[in-house]
């Protein structure tokens, strides 16, 4: 059974950085890509950024500019560095994994953005 254990969110004020961590169970490099996604109280989860096995990336239009998703295969881990965050940006971060047949999530770390 695959696992995505995140890390690293936290409390911070508007403008300042946080830097998301997941690791998995597995070689990152097994899966098609891997990404984070986000869950603000009220809201359906929604798209943060993605990064596939061949490095190609994706960001929400929101986040564009301000956040960088990047891997490091050999420590089967996946980054998620946020700058300039917003309050707006106030949710729960989930990793996600796609691959081997499954859609694997973690269990979500808060990042909360007080103004």
């Known amino acids: 059974q695959v696992q995505l254990v995140e890390s690293g969110g936290g409390l911070v004020q508007a403008g300042e950085s946080l830097t998301l961590s997941c690791v998995a169970s597995e070689r990152i490099l097994t899966f098609d890509a891997m990404g984070w996604y986000r869950q603000a109280p009220g809201r359906q989860r929604e798209l943060v950024a993605t990064?596939?096995?061949?490095?190609?990336?994706n960001y929400a239009d929101s986040v564009k500019g301000r956040f960088t998703v990047s891997r490091v295969n050999a420590r089967n881990t996946v980054y998620l560095q946020m700058n300039s965050l917003k309050p707006e940006d106030t949710a729960d971060y989930y990793c996600?994994?796609?691959?081997?047949?499954?859609?694997?999530w973690g269990k979500g770390t808060l990042v909360r953005v007080s103004s």
């Open positions: 990064i596939n096995r061949f490095g190609g990336t």
């Open positions: 996600n994994a796609v691959g081997l047949g499954e859609n694997y």
